[in-house]
T-cell receptor
Framework: GAVVSQHPSRVICKSGTSVKIECRSLDFQATTMFWYRQFPKQSLMLMATSNEGSKATYEQGVEKDKFLINHASLTLSTLTVTSAHPEDSSFYIC??????????????FGPGTRLTVL | AQSVTQPDIHITVSEGASLELRCNYS??????LFWYVQSPGQGLQLLLK??????LVQGIKGFEAEFKRSQSSFNLRKPSVHWSDAAEYFC?????????????FGKGTHLIIQP
């Protein structure tokens, strides 16, 4: 149980294009999903909190117009990197909080998406 | 604001030897504490977590961690490491507010296993 998938696992795109990354909770409902970014050999940094049916909450310093987050259902959140540039190249990891485990701050992580912008 | 410090960037241990990875946190109340392991190019795997109760928690793969409130620490231990334990280890803290907040991670400790 508690499986989170991400698609795609790897993506290479040209500078100036947009890329969409999907995060799905496969066997549970996730009212809250989180998006993290990890630079090479560094820690994970929380980018934004995605709540089903409402606007995402972005961490300080994260451009909401550049990193568009949509959480349209209880099992799917998407992150769209708009007008991507080489500095956006990174490992993006999502996590999902099981709505059935209310009161516990346990998140289940996806396998990550490696974005390379040429 | 909460923070996590993992003072050791790299640790090298001989196979079969014991291991302790250090983690100190800063948080105004009792936190949720986690240890994750990440293999190269992979996502995170939860090793163990502490929410409340017994301060010595057991996890997967033979790992354990002890929550020490007086020292604001949550060190990870394993009595005998295996070559497959070589990976990046992250300590993380979460707010005790129903999971509304994302986790704050330490910078990670890279574990190297010597044969």
């Amino acid at each position: 149980g508690a499986v989170v998938s991400q698609h795609p696992s790897r993506v290479i795109c040209k500078s100036g294009t947009s890329v969409k990354i999907e995060c799905r909770s496969l066997d549970f409902q996730a009212t809250t999903m989180f998006w993290y970014r990890q630079f090479p050999k560094q820690s994970l940094m929380l980018m934004a909190t995605s709540n089903e049916g409402s606007k995402a909450t972005y961490e300080q310093g994260v451009e909401k117009d550049k990193f568009l987050i949509n959480h349209a259902s209880l099992t799917l959140s998407t992150l769209t990197v708009t007008s991507a540039h080489p500095e956006d190249s990174s490992f993006y990891i999502c996590s999902a909080r099981d709505a059935g485990l209310a009161g516990l701050n346990e998140q289940f992580f996806g396998p990550g998406t490696r974005l390379t912008v040429l | 604001a909460q923070s996590v410090t993992q003072p050791d960037i790299h640790i090298t241990v001989s196979e079969g030897a014991s291991l302790e990875l250090r983690c100190n946190y800063s948080y105004g109340a009792t936190p949720y504490l986690f240890w994750y392991v990440q293999s190269p190019g992979q996502g995170l795997q939860l090793l163990l977590k502490y929410f409340s109760g017994d301060t010595l928690v057991q996890g997967i793969k033979g790992f354990e961690a002890e929550f020490k409130r007086s020292q604001s620490s949550f060190n990870l231990r394993k009595p005998s490491v295996h070559w497959s334990d070589a990976a990046e280890y992250f300590c993380a803290v979460g707010a005790r507010r129903g999971g509304a907040d994302g986790l704050t991670f330490g910078k990670g400790t890279h574990l190297i296993i010597q044969p």
